[in-house]
């Protein structure tokens, strides 16, 4: 990583007391970036990963003397991943005064209830995650590491119709801002741009629901010969298994956040052919992506999530333009993140003047139980 110094420090400087920095002394020598996300509940995982790729980032410039010798701390927050829970958790990070930056929120909903609070207070705020339209424009502050919703559902729907060749779209959405929204981007793209298919039927189920039948029996007999899935791997290793007992033939197709071990776990054969856009594929053969999956499969024995790389690479993007501009004016910082380049773990990394990120997309498949390149 270019520019940093040599050294090595121990990675018990990313101090890992979740929700525990108000009782420790202000340290001068340290520079603290708060990771947010939910650590406990149904979608611990993306929390989890996030912390986990924030240590690593943290480790990796410890080792080389930290900026300016002073070394950086992880200090983890659990949101819940509840918009309330995540005002009460950037309310404490803003009463520090001593966070300049905060890696998360997961879902686009605690994001955007999050986001007025570091905002007002010039915390820089890098979501990994959001992708909802309106997230970015919550303030000059406010960045996200992660493609809008509209780029991705396009992409989606590109693998359905383009790569699998199918013309009658199913919409199973959970009902959250996100899976509401979404699903009435998909629906906008296919009118638009995806003439010779339609949305023969959508249907909306609660997030974590343990039966999905009567909604798969709508959609298929709709017609459906392919779902999109606008919700979590928690959503579409359910749905594939349920689905394949009346219709083994369905194609399935699901987002970035379905990209996860978990999926393949939760799934098992059910998930065979189930394909998905995404920025960072861990199989790649480029070195900077297999040295970090190298890194976190041993560190974390789980191979990391494209979200988790883009939470990784989130933390790098913030330290290098701080590196660059010094940490103690984050107005600065926020203004290097935008005019700046990064090559990470995630490809070529470009914010515009909106603080949204554009990058190329990658087109995956389950395979043989492994994730695949998708070919036609």
Known sequence: MAGLLAGTLLLTACGNKENSSASEPKDEN???????????????E????????????????????????????????????????????????????????????????????????????KIVEISPSSSHPDYSGMGNFIIRNNTVINTEAQASLDIAVNDLGKKNIGIISIKTDWGVSTAGIVKEIVEKDFKDAKVVAHEEVIEGSDDYRPAIAKLNDAGADVVICVGMYNLVAPVAKQYKEINPDIAIVGFSNAYSQQLLELGGDAIEGVAFPVIFFAQSEDPKVKSFVEKYKEKYGSEPSALTAQAYDSVGVFLTAAQKVGVDDTEKIVNEILSMEYEGVTGHTKFDENGDVHKAFTKIVVKDGKFDLLKK
Do not use: R
């Not at 340290?30 to 611990?44: E, F, H, R, Y």
């Open 30 to 44: 340290v520079i603290k970036i708060a990771v947010a996300g939910p650590l406990t509940g149904d979608n611990s």
């Open 46 to 121: 993306y929390g989890i990963g996030f912390s986990n790729a924030a240590e690593i980032m943290a480790e990796e410039w410890n080792e080389n003397g930290g900026i300016d010798s002073k070394k950086i701390s992880i200090v983890k927050f659990d949101d819940k991943n509840s918009p309330e829970e995540g005002v009460s958790v950037a309310n404490k990070i803003a009463s520090e005064k001593d966070i300049p930056c905060v890696i998360g929120h997961f879902a686009s909903g605690v994001c955007l209830a999050a986001a007025p609070i570091y905002q007002e207070n």
